[in-house]
């Protein structure tokens, strides 16, 4: 079975702080990673993905993700964020050959100006 | 380019009364498509998925039903509407020939059961 943990559930920072969310994931083979995020009354969207190659991705608005396989995270980064930022993020992965996502719970985010 | 609708965007229903929510893909031919309830510190829950007309695979045990009548059309239903049905039904939809492929989400419904 797959699944996807993500230990920080509510984060608020000031504007300018740096910022990382973890994600942790369980499954026994290769996989397929994906950050979305769901920004107040907007649809869910894509952030960034981690398919293969360059295990640092980087994604839309300076966010960027670190693949490390030998601790299964996948930790979501972001040097210096913004009050746009505010948002809900959420961790994904899919298991290579499988239709079917898992997410994590999301980490709702809030940046105070 | 590719678009996915939803509708209605809210929908306040009696317990007991049938429910259908639609959602439509345009732009793309074949795709998955999925149905999705998202609970507040719960993350997303996958109710139903598809990989073609026709082709219904459950999830969970549950009150609802799925259908695909067209190959961008699918259809969340149920016949007797529960309290815990209440919540946030999102749509989304992936590129057919692959089964690692990104996810597309819809605006959401949200249906209030009283």
């Known amino acids: 079975a797959q699944s996807v943990s993500q230990h920080n559930h509510h984060v608020i920072l000031s504007e300018a702080a740096s910022l990382e969310l973890g994600c942790n994931y369980s499954y026994g083979g290769t996989v397929n990673l994906f950050w979305y995020v769901q920004y107040p009354g907007q649809h869910l969207q894509l952030l960034l993905k981690?398919?293969?190659?360059?295990?640092l991705v980087k994604g839309i608005k300076g966010f960027e993700a670190e693949f490390i396989k030998s601790k299964f995270s996948f930790n979501l980064r972001k040097p210096s964020v913004q009050w746009s930022d505010t948002a809900e993020y959420f961790c994904a992965l899919s298991g290579q050959g499988s239709y079917i996502p898992t997410f994590g719970r999301g980490t709702s985010l809030i940046v105070h100006p | 380019s590719q678009t996915i609708h939803q509708w209605p965007a809210t929908l306040v229903q009696p317990v007991g009364s049938p429910l259908s929510l639609e959602c439509t893909v345009e732009g793309t031919s074949n795709p998955n498509l999925y149905w999705y309830r998202q609970a507040a510190g719960r993350g997303l829950q996958l109710l139903f998925y598809?990989?073609?007309?026709?082709?219904i695979s459950s999830e969970v045990p549950q009150n609802l039903s799925a259908s695909r009548p067209q190959d961008r059309q699918f259809i969340l239903s149920s016949k007797k509407l529960l309290l815990s049905d209440s919540g946030f039904y999102l749509c989304a939809w992936s590129k057919g020939d692959s089964r690692q492929e990104t996810q597309y989400f819809g605006p959401g419904t949200r249906l209030l059961v009283l």
């Open positions: 981690y398919f293969s190659g360059d295990p």
């Open positions: 598809s990989v073609g007309i026709g082709q």
